[in-house]
């Protein structure tokens, strides 16, 4: 089976600043997709950025990009120039390209952005 | 109404009470999901509907009934939960074909089991 593991539970940036969030995962497969969301205090959770496993690009999404690292099974969000509305949880995702449907998610880093 | 919404917000329900969840899409999507979001943990994904039929179901009690009537609408029907129930419960919706595959998130029914 899938994991998702992210090791920062909770994590702090300044205002402007730069901050990276990380994500490992364990899989088998070599077709799959990788999502980043955020979801803020009492808020709906919206996604991020996503990455297909095949593409060797890293994906970018305005202030915010990934760092995917296929074999080291690595996927870290970046976000550059961070703003007070950055502040919320960050869930890293993991679905298979065949068969389910189902996201993996990680345990998620708390984002705290410091005026 | 955009995206997809639930119904309540909040919800405090007695261990022998039965009450439903209500979530609605309007994104013309195929398949709905409940997920369970509790302190710590990381979101667990309860079912899964394509096309209104049941093609996921990850283990979960039988107190928890969902229903899917069409590909818009989907309940989740509670009865006698317990304490450790309590949780944030989230509905998303998705398209089963196509090339992003990314699940939109509703804002989540806060469920309390006193």
């Known amino acids: 089976a899938q994991t998702v593991t992210q090791s920062q539970p909770e994590m702090s940036v300044q205002e402007a600043e730069t901050v990276t969030l990380s994500c490992t995962y364990d899989?088998?497969?070599?077709?799959?997709?990788l999502f980043w969301y955020k979801q803020p205090p009492s808020r709906q959770m919206i996604l991020v950025i996503r990455q297909e496993a095949y593409k060797q690009q890293n994906a970018t999404e305005n202030r915010f990009s990934v760092n995917f690292q296929k074999a080291a099974k690595s996927f870290s969000l970046k976000i550059s120039d961070s703003q007070l509305g950055d502040a919320a949880m960050y869930f890293c995702?993991?679905?298979?390209?065949?068969?389910?449907?189902?996201?993996?998610f990680g345990k998620g880093t708390k984002l705290t952005v410091n005026p | 109404e955009t995206g997809v919404t639930q119904t309540p917000r909040h919800l405090v329900m007695g261990m022998t009470n039965k009450k439903s969840l209500k979530c609605e899409q309007h994104l013309g999507h195929n398949a709905m999901y409940w997920y369970k979001q509790s302190a710590k943990k990381p979101l667990e994904l309860m079912f899964v509907?394509?096309?209104?039929?049941?093609?996921e179901n990850n283990s979960v009690p039988s107190r928890f009934s969902p229903e899917c009537p069409n590909s818009s609408h989907l309940f989740l029907h509670l009865h006698t939960l317990q304490p450790e129930d309590s949780a944030l419960y989230l509905c998303?919706?998705?398209?089963?074909?196509?090339?992003?595959?990314?699940?939109?998130f509703g804002p989540g029914t806060r469920l309390t089991v006193t």
């Open positions: 995702a993991y679905r298979s390209a065949r068969g389910s449907e189902k996201l993996v």
């Open positions: 998303a919706s998705s398209q089963v074909e196509g090339a992003t595959y990314e699940q939109y």
């Open positions: 509907y394509n096309f209104k039929e049941q093609t």
């Open positions: 899989t088998s497969e070599s077709d799959y997709y």
